[in-house]
């Protein structure tokens, strides 16, 4: 069955310091996102991504962080400068289709401890 | 953001039983809703949805009713079975955007042998 990678696991990293999260979604799909899930709190939204572009991004989603799609398989978020709140579990999914229409399919989650 | 509310953080059923996991919301503006499982160390699983059109949606074990009247969705999940334990969160998609889901904060499922 199709699924969503994400690397790595576990990333432990000082303040300050830059972090790039990696996923690959499933191949078929045009829509992908990612959200983040502070422990003891709810899943929130970060960003979506359609069509090369961000579609839509939360209060979260400051100038600190960053989306890409390098190639044709991988998306990245990039966190330039991270902070101690930024500490939280940061999960990938992808869509065939919008939300509405279609389900999200979530990665297995990067767990980001900064220090 | 409470604009979809899990009230129960935990519940604990024999196997065999029903479950039953309660999400409310209050934007009316909402017209689809989803279920998702999460078990630790992985990322949140589909398991059903419901659009607003609907007031049941039956999957096997799992049946998700919605009340529009009072903004309240539930599943169910009948019979309960040990690998059921896990987390489960309600979900909605913004009308606006459609491409962001606000989360409800979750209701630990236990199932005991």
């Known amino acids: 069955e199709p699924e969503v990678t994400q690397t790595p696991s576990h990333q432990v990293t000082q303040m300050g310091q830059e972090v790039i999260l990696r996923c690959v979604p499933i191949?078929?799909?045009?829509?992908f996102y990612w959200y983040r899930q502070i422990l003891g709190q709810k899943v929130e939204f970060l960003v979506s991504f359609y069509n090369n572009e961000i579609s839509e991004k939360s209060e979260i989603f400051d100038d600190q962080f960053s989306v890409e799609r390098p190639d044709g398989s991988n998306f990245t978020l990039k966190i330039r400068s991270t902070k101690l709140e930024d500490s939280a579990m940061y999960f990938c999914?992808?869509?065939?289709?919008?939300?509405?229409?279609?389900?999200?399919?979530f990665g297995e989650g990067s767990r980001l401890t900064v220090l | 953001d409470q604009q979809v509310k899990q009230n129960s953080p935990s519940l604990s059923v024999q196997e065999g039983r029903i479950s039953i996991l309660n999400c409310d919301y209050t934007?009316?503006?909402?017209?689809?809703f989803l279920w998702y499982k999460k078990y630790p160390a992985e990322g949140p699983t589909f398991l059903i949805s419901?659009?607003?059109?609907?007031d049941k949606n039956e999957d096997g074990r799992f049946t998700v009713f919605l009340n529009k009247s009072a903004k309240h969705l539930s599943l169910h999940i009948v019979p309960s079975q040990p690998g059921d334990s896990a987390v489960y969160f309600c979900?909605?998609?913004?009308?606006?955007?459609?491409?962001?889901?606000?989360f409800g904060e979750g209701t630990q499922l236990t199932v005991n042998p």
């Open positions: 999914a992808s869509s065939e289709e919008g939300i509405g229409v279609g389900e999200l399919f």
């Open positions: 934007n009316s503006m909402f017209d689809y």
């Open positions: 191949s078929n799909h045009l829509y």
């Open positions: 419901i659009s607003s059109i609907k």
């Open positions: 979900a909605a998609p913004t009308k606006t955007s459609g491409s962001r889901l606000t």
